[in-house]
C-alpha cells in the first residue's frame, strides 16, 4: 500500500540512451512533482503538475520531459542521456485543499539514475 | 529571493549530547516551514511542521521570525538519529496548487555511540 510508488528503483544506462521513470501515488493528492537530488545530496524541484497541467518547470534541460495522463501518475522521461543526469530522482505528491496545503509533501522512495 | 541556508554540511555529536541543526530562512511573504529526515538510503520523511508546533522522535522546532531562523533541536541524541536532514520552506507561486518545497543543502547528522 505504498503512498507514492516509484519504478525503477535502480537504473543504469549508457550515454545516449532514453529512459522513463515512473511515479503513481494513491493518496487522491492533486499535485505531483519530481525533484533531483545530486551527489553531494543537494535536493532541487524539478517540475510540479496539477490536475495533469504543468505548474513549474524550472531550468531543466529540454532533454527532460514530463508527462502526466492523469492526476495519479506523473512520468519522467529522458532523452539523450549524459553522465551528468546520474542522481537521485524522487516524485512527490501533495494536496491543494486549502486547510491541508500546511502539510508536506509525500515523497517516493526515489529511482537512482546512474548513466555509465 | 526566497532562500533556505543550512550552514552545517556534517554535524557529530556524542550519543546522549544536545542536538541543534541550523536553519535560516529568506522569504518576503509569511513562511511555512518544515524538516525533512532521510535515513541511510531511504525516501525523504515529513518529520516537523513549524504550524502544528509538535514534537517527533523527541525533536523539536520553533519559528523564530526575529531571527528568521527555524533550527532544530533534541535534548539527548540517539543513535537512530544519524541522517540527513533538510530544512524546507514553502513558497507559494500562485492561489490554488501552485507552491513548491525549496530545501536547505541538508545536514548530515552522525551520532557517535
Known amino acids: 500500500d505504498t503512498a507514492v510508488s516509484q519504478t525503477p528503483k535502480y537504473l543504469v544506462t549508457q550515454m545516449g540512451n532514453d529512459k522513463s521513470i515512473k511515479c503513481e501515488q494513491n493518496?487522491?493528492?492533486?499535485?505531483m512533482y519530481w525533484y533531483k537530488q545530486d551527489s553531494k545530496k543537494f535536493l532541487k524541484i524539478m517540475f510540479s503538475?496539477?490536475?495533469?497541467?504543468?505548474?513549474i518547470n524550472e531550468t531543466v534541460p529540454n532533454r527532460f520531459s514530463p508527462k502526466s495522463p492523469d492526476k495519479a501518475h506523473l512520468n519522467l522521461h529522458i532523452n539523450s542521456l549524459e553522465l551528468g543526469d546520474s542522481a537521485v530522482y524522487f516524485c512527490?505528491?501533495?494536496?491543494?485543499?486549502?486547510?491541508?496545503?500546511?502539510?508536506?509533501?509525500?515523497f517516493g522512495s526515489g529511482t537512482r539514475l546512474t548513466v555509465v | 529571493a526566497q532562500r533556505v541556508t543550512q550552514p552545517e554540511k556534517l554535524l557529530s555529536v556524542f550519543k546522549g549530547a544536545p542536538v541543534e541543526l541550523k536553519c535560516n530562512y529568506s522569504?518576503?511573504?509569511?513562511?511555512?516551514l518544515f524538516w525533512y529526515v532521510q535515513y541511510s538510503r531511504q525516501r525523504l520523511q515529513l518529520l516537523l511542521r513549524?504550524?502544528s508546533r509538535e514534537s517527533i522522535k523527541g525533536f523539536t522546532a520553533d519559528l523564530n521570525k526575529g531571527e528568521t531562523s527555524f533550527h532544530l533541536k533534541k535534548p539527548f541524541a540517539q543513535e537512530e538519529d544519524s541522517a540527513m536532514y533538510y530544512c524546507?520552506?514553502?513558497?507559494?507561486?500562485?492561489?490554488?496548487?501552485?507552491?513548491?518545497?525549496?530545501f536547505g543543502t541538508g545536514t548530515r547528522l552522525t551520532i557517535i555511540p
Open positions: 522569504y518576503s511573504g509569511s513562511p511555512e
Open positions: 524546507a520552506l514553502k513558497l507559494t507561486i500562485s492561489n490554488f496548487g501552485n507552491e513548491k518545497l525549496t
Open positions: 513549524h504550524i
Open positions: 512527490a505528491s501533495s494536496r491543494n485543499w486549502s486547510r491541508e496545503r500546511r502539510y508536506g509533501y509525500t
Open positions: 503538475y496539477n490536475n495533469k497541467e504543468l505548474i
Open positions: 493518496l487522491g493528492h492533486d499535485t
